[in-house]
C-alpha cells in the first residue's frame, strides 16, 4: 500500500510526497563513514596537541626531541597500565608534572600577546596544529633567529633546553603581523634573564620534577632531615 501510494505520488503529484525521504536519503549519504572517521582523527590530534602541547609539533613520533619522547614514553605507559592503580596514579602526576611547565610557557606567551593587543587573537595565534609544516612558513630565518634571542636574553622559557619549535610557527605569524620585534621587547621587559643562582635552584627543582613523584619526596625530606640535625647540632649546649 506505502510502495504504490508513493509511485501514484511520483507519477501525478510531483514527486510532492517524497522529497522528505528524498532529502532524507541525500543527508545520509553526505558523510560517509571514511569521512567520519577522519574528522575524529582531526579532532583527537587536535585535543592531543592542545593537551600535550609537543614541543616538535610536526613529529608525529614524539622521538625527535628527548623531552617530547619522555611525555610520550609516559603516555604510553600508562594507558597499559591499570586505570586506578598506584601505578597509574604516579604516571598521572608525572604526566601532569611536564604538561604545568609547559602549559606555564604558553601563558607568558599569552600575557605578552594580549598585552600587545591581540586579546581576541592570542589562542588562535598559540594554536599550533601537526601538520605545521617548515615549508609553509614565510620567515624561517629571522623567526628562528629570534627564538634563539627569546631563548639566551629572556627567562620565558623554563629550562636551558633547546627552546620549542612550536614557538617558532608562532613567531613566523608575529613577523607577518609586523609584531615580532615588539613581542622580543615586551619579553625582555616582563622575563629578563635569571641570575645563575635561580637558574641553579630551577635546575633542581625540574630535577625533582622529573622523578616519580615518590623519589621527589624522598629527596625532599632527607635534604629536610638533614637541615634539622643541622639545626640541632648547631643549638645544642656543649658537655
Same mark, same amino acid.
Given at each position: 500500500?506505502?510502495?504504490?501510494?508513493?509511485?501514484?505520488?511520483?507519477?501525478?503529484?510531483?514527486?510532492?510526497?517524497?522529497?522528505?525521504?528524498?532529502?532524507?536519503?541525500?543527508?545520509?549519504?553526505?558523510?560517509?563513514?571514511?569521512?567520519?572517521?577522519?574528522?575524529?582523527?582531526?579532532?583527537?590530534?587536535?585535543?592531543?596537541?592542545?593537551?600535550?602541547?609537543?614541543?616538535?609539533?610536526?613529529?608525529?613520533?614524539?622521538?625527535?626531541?628527548?623531552?617530547?619522547?619522555?611525555?610520550?614514553?609516559?603516555?604510553?605507559?600508562?594507558?597499559?597500565?591499570?586505570?586506578?592503580?598506584?601505578?597509574?596514579?604516579?604516571?598521572?602526576?608525572?604526566?601532569?608534572?611536564?604538561?604545568?611547565?609547559?602549559?606555564?610557557?604558553?601563558?607568558?606567551?599569552?600575557?605578552?600577546?594580549?598585552?600587545?593587543?591581540?586579546?581576541?587573537?592570542?589562542?588562535?595565534?598559540?594554536?599550533?596544529?601537526?601538520?605545521?609544516?617548515?615549508?609553509?612558513?614565510?620567515?624561517?630565518?629571522?623567526?628562528?633567529?629570534?627564538?634563539?634571542?627569546?631563548?639566551?636574553?629572556?627567562?620565558?622559557?623554563?629550562?636551558?633546553?633547546?627552546?620549542?619549535?612550536?614557538?617558532?610557527?608562532?613567531?613566523?605569524?608575529?613577523?607577518?603581523?609586523?609584531?615580532?620585534?615588539?613581542?622580543?621587547?615586551?619579553? /625582555?621587559?616582563?622575563?629578563?634573564?635569571?641570575?645563575?643562582? !635561580?637558574? @641553579? #635552584? $630551577?635546575? =633542581?627543582? %625540574? &630535577?625533582?620534577?622529573?622523578?616519580?613523584?615518590?623519589?621527589? /619526596?624522598?629527596?625532599?625530606?632527607?635534604?629536610?632531615?638533614? !637541615?634539622? @640535625? #643541622? $639545626?640541632? =647540632?648547631? %643549638? &645544642?649546649?656543649?658537655?
Amino acid at each position: 500500500m506505502g510502495a504504490a501510494f508513493k509511485k501514484f505520488c511520483i507519477r501525478f503529484c510531483c514527486c510532492c510526497c517524497c522529497e522528505d525521504d528524498n532529502e532524507e536519503d541525500e543527508k545520509r549519504h553526505l558523510l560517509s563513514h571514511d569521512t567520519l572517521e577522519y574528522f575524529d582523527r582531526e579532532a583527537k590530534k587536535r585535543r592531543d596537541q592542545e593537551t600535550n602541547l609537543w614541543n616538535e609539533p610536526g613529529d608525529p613520533s614524539h622521538s625527535e626531541r628527548d623531552d617530547d619522547r619522555t611525555l610520550y614514553n609516559l603516555l604510553q605507559s600508562r594507558a597499559q597500565t591499570q586505570r586506578g592503580s598506584q601505578g597509574y596514579r604516579r604516571l598521572s602526576i608525572d604526566i601532569e608534572a611536564m604538561r604545568d611547565i609547559r602549559r606555564e610557557v604558553r601563558d607568558k606567551w599569552k600575557m605578552i600577546l594580549e598585552n600587545l593587543g591581540f586579546m581576541a587573537e592570542a589562542e588562535s595565534l598559540l594554536t599550533v596544529s601537526a601538520t605545521a609544516s617548515y615549508d609553509r612558513m614565510r620567515n624561517a630565518a629571522v623567526a628562528r633567529s629570534l627564538l634563539q634571542t627569546l631563548h639566551t636574553e629572556t627567562s620565558i622559557f623554563s629550562s636551558k633546553e633547546p627552546p620549542p619549535e612550536r614557538y617558532l610557527f608562532i613567531l613566523d605569524r608575529l613577523i607577518y603581523l609586523d609584531a615580532a620585534e615588539d613581542f622580543v621587547a615586551k619579553a /625582555r621587559h616582563f622575563y629578563p634573564p635569571k641570575d645563575d643562582d !635561580d637558574d @641553579d #635552584d $630551577e635546575e =633542581e627543582n %625540574t &630535577s625533582l620534577i622529573n622523578l616519580p613523584p615518590l623519589l621527589s /619526596r624522598m629527596n625532599q625530606n632527607i635534604s629536610g632531615g638533614e !637541615d634539622e @640535625d #643541622d $639545626e640541632g =647540632e648547631a %643549638t &645544642s649546649p656543649e658537655e
